[in-house]
């Protein structure tokens, strides 16, 4: 059973959570074995190279798979999906996000990630974030990401509803280390997951409708 990872600060809170209630170490290690960015992990998703991950919006309604009510939604903002105004160049890790900065009319660099949330630290000013466009034009969050599965979806459906209704305590010694890893403060990044959300409710499911129509 190969997990794989997108390793983002944003989703964090269901790595933590998953490795909490995995039993075995196999399992443990089955979810960083498979680590990449966003698109990486979607053409490895598509080729059936791994069982389940967080696959793009955009790309989660192109195929024979299950798509559970989890996902990376951003409430209002988000911080680390960003456009620089210029000309358009995409981001080559995403997919989503450079579909919604064409699909909100936006030219400039698209910009992603951690990379994405550091550069906004150190001045916000130079920069859109997509998902506070997105609310502001259309007044709902938006889903970046949703988790897919191919095989063990019931232990998948389960797995993320228990995450859904658990208020996730990432232990310090952890946000140390990706602090020192992305240069990020743990401040900053506990601020930044508070514009997360994880669950795909009724709002973010009609966003993500108007999205992919």
């Given at each position: 059973?190969?997990?794989?990872?997108?390793?983002?600060?944003?989703?964090?809170?269901?790595?933590?959570?998953?490795?909490?209630?995995?039993?075995?170490?196999?399992?443990?290690?089955?979810?960083?074995?498979?680590?990449?960015?966003?698109?990486?992990?979607?053409?490895?998703?598509?080729?059936?190279?791994?069982?389940?991950?967080?696959?793009?919006?955009?790309?989660?309604?192109?195929?024979?798979?299950?798509?559970?009510?989890?996902?990376?939604?951003?409430?209002?903002?988000?911080?680390?999906?960003?456009?620089?105004?210029?000309?358009?160049?995409?981001?080559?890790?995403?997919?989503?996000?450079?579909?919604?900065?064409?699909?909100?009319?936006l030219e400039g660099?698209?910009?992603?990630?951690?990379?994405?949330?550091?550069?906004?630290?150190?001045?916000?000013?130079?920069?859109?974030?997509?998902?506070?466009?997105?609310?502001?034009?259309?007044?709902?969050?938006?889903?970046?990401?949703?988790?897919?599965?191919?095989?063990?979806?019931?232990?998948?459906?389960?797995?993320?509803?228990?995450?859904?209704?658990?208020?996730?305590?990432?232990?310090?010694?952890?946000?140390?280390?990706?602090?020192?890893?992305?240069?990020?403060?743990?401040?900053?990044?506990?601020d930044y997951l508070?514009?997360?959300?994880?669950?795909?409710?009724?709002?973010?499911?009609?966003?993500?409708?108007?999205?992919?129509?």
């Amino acid at each position: 059973m190969l997990f794989g990872k997108i390793d983002y600060i944003n989703l964090l809170p269901f790595y933590t959570f998953a490795k909490q209630k995995m039993k075995s170490s196999q399992l443990k290690q089955s979810i960083a074995y498979k680590k990449d960015f966003p698109s990486a992990i979607n053409a490895k998703f598509k080729r059936r190279k791994i069982d389940a991950a967080f696959i793009s919006s955009v790309e989660s309604k192109r195929g024979n798979f299950h798509c559970l009510d989890v996902g990376i939604v951003a409430k209002r903002e988000i911080k680390s999906v960003l456009l620089r105004v210029g000309e358009f160049t995409p981001d080559s890790h995403s997919a989503t996000s450079n579909a919604l900065a064409k699909l909100l009319g936006l030219e400039g660099e698209v910009i992603i990630g951690d990379k994405a949330l550091r550069a906004y630290l150190k001045d916000p000013s130079l920069y859109l974030d997509l998902a506070k466009v997105w609310y502001e034009k259309h007044h709902l969050p938006f889903v970046f990401a949703r988790l897919c599965v191919h095989e063990n979806h019931r232990y998948y459906k389960k797995l993320s509803k228990n995450f859904i209704k658990t208020r996730v305590k990432i232990p310090q010694y952890i946000l140390k280390k990706y602090a020192l890893s992305r240069a990020i403060s743990v401040a900053d990044i506990n601020d930044y997951l508070e514009l997360v959300s994880y669950e795909i409710d009724t709002k973010a499911k009609r966003s993500l409708k108007k999205f992919l129509r």
